[in-house]
């Protein structure tokens, strides 16, 4: 059933429906209940996907909402760790210390973005690649900060005294930090900010007629995306325990790609929907390993042809991703008995064509 706007506060309403409001409550209450049923192995697993869902949402706000490519983003992730753990060490609070991870990240993504804005395409993904390389042999080589290839060990986190280290806490933690950082960007990109990323994305020329200010919101695009990351890399530090240059390097950016591709670019629920099936695939990549025969599950390369296989199935039979898939289920439930396959099909159409237009 359609829904129709009868005035302006239910346009900022983030939940405008009882459906809604009913289903985004169960979810968190099953968020919440989560910990105390599950044994602590599957709560650090959760607590893994809570911060690639963070670090999921600020590659979305720069590759899904205006449009920039990046395969550096890993860089970011490992410089907020980094920034995070050696703060944390010399006696930083927690809380200050995650917001001083997020403020170093985005600086450099201030820095990377004021010359990366004068290229784009394939040319901007090049350059945000030997951003995360320089990175990541930076990080190896700064032995006096970052300890080298040796790594750093991580403090656990506590505030006022209490200690946080533990699963459980933790993983409230992680929760608490995703939802407020997937508040943040709600309401940015229902801004005049968000709202100029879009038309960035759409078309460039007619934003510059438009009067927006192009390069100046690209850097604010890559700035934000950048400390977003780097809040993310802050808490990966605490699930990691001892932080290494390896882990910030090209594959987790390529992970992160995927989790932005997969759950459907220009969307903050694709972003959570993406990494909760990129951060599921190690676990069943394992169980496949252990059903498959041991001379097939021992053999080299097997988790590239998962995320391969993966990737195809999405590019070839639902380019929108994880998030239109949904749409569309949304959509036959809410007309259902009365669905009808010519709506939906004049749906699908009406969106390929506003996209290439």
Not at 103 to 124: C, N, Y
Not at 140 to 161: E, M, N, Q
Not at 187 to 210: C, H, K, P, V, W
């Amino acid at each position: 059933m359609a829904r129709y706007e009868t005035g302006f506060d239910q346009a900022r309403q983030l939940l405008r429906s009882r459906s809604d409001r009913v289903a985004y409550g169960l979810l968190a209450l099953t968020l919440v209940a989560a910990p105390w049923v599950l044994p602590n192995y599957y709560i650090g697993e959760a607590t893994f996907i809570l911060i690639m869902c963070v670090a999921s949402l600020g590659l979305m706000m720069l590759t899904g909402f205006t449009g920039q490519t990046s395969l550096g983003q890993s860089a970011f992730v490992g410089i907020g760790a980094y920034v995070h753990v050696v703060l944390l060490t010399n006696g930083m609070p927690f809380p200050v210390s995650l917001l001083l991870a997020a403020a170093g990240a985005g600086i450099a993504g201030l820095l990377v973005g004021m010359p990366a804005i004068r290229v784009s395409g394939l040319h901007l993904a090049m350059v945000t690649m030997a951003f995360a390389i320089v990175t990541e042999h930076v990080l190896g080589r700064w032995k006096s900060v970052t300890a080298g290839h040796s790594g750093l060990p991580v403090p656990d986190p506590a505030i006022f005294g209490f200690s946080l280290g533990g699963p459980r806490p933790f993983y409230f933690v992680c929760l608490v930090v995703l939802v407020l950082a997937l508040l943040l960007l709600v309401n940015l990109m229902r801004s005049a900010t968000g709202r100029a990323f879009i038309g960035i994305r759409d078309s460039e020329a007619a934003a510059q007629g438009l009067g927006i200010d192009v390069a100046r919101t690209k850097v604010i695009a890559f700035s934000l995306s950048a400390g977003i990351s780097g809040l993310a890399g802050a808490l990966l530090a605490h699930q990691m325990q001892h932080i290494t240059p390896e882990a910030f390097g090209l594959a987790l950016s390529l992970q992160l790609v995927l989790m932005v591709f997969i759950g459907g670019l220009g969307s903050l629920r694709g972003a959570i929907l993406g990494a909760v099936l990129i951060g599921l695939l190690p676990s069943f990549i394992s169980a496949l390993k252990d059903a498959l025969p041991a001379r097939v599950g021992a053999q080299f390369g097997l988790e590239l042809f998962v995320y391969g296989a993966v990737l195809t199935f999405f590019v070839l039979l639902e380019p929108g991703g994880l998030n239109a898939r949904w749409v569309r289920i949304r959509k036959v439930l809410g007309e259902f008995p009365w669905v009808r396959t010519s709506s939906i099909h004049r749906t699908k159409v009406y969106m390929k064509s506003e996209r290439y237009r």
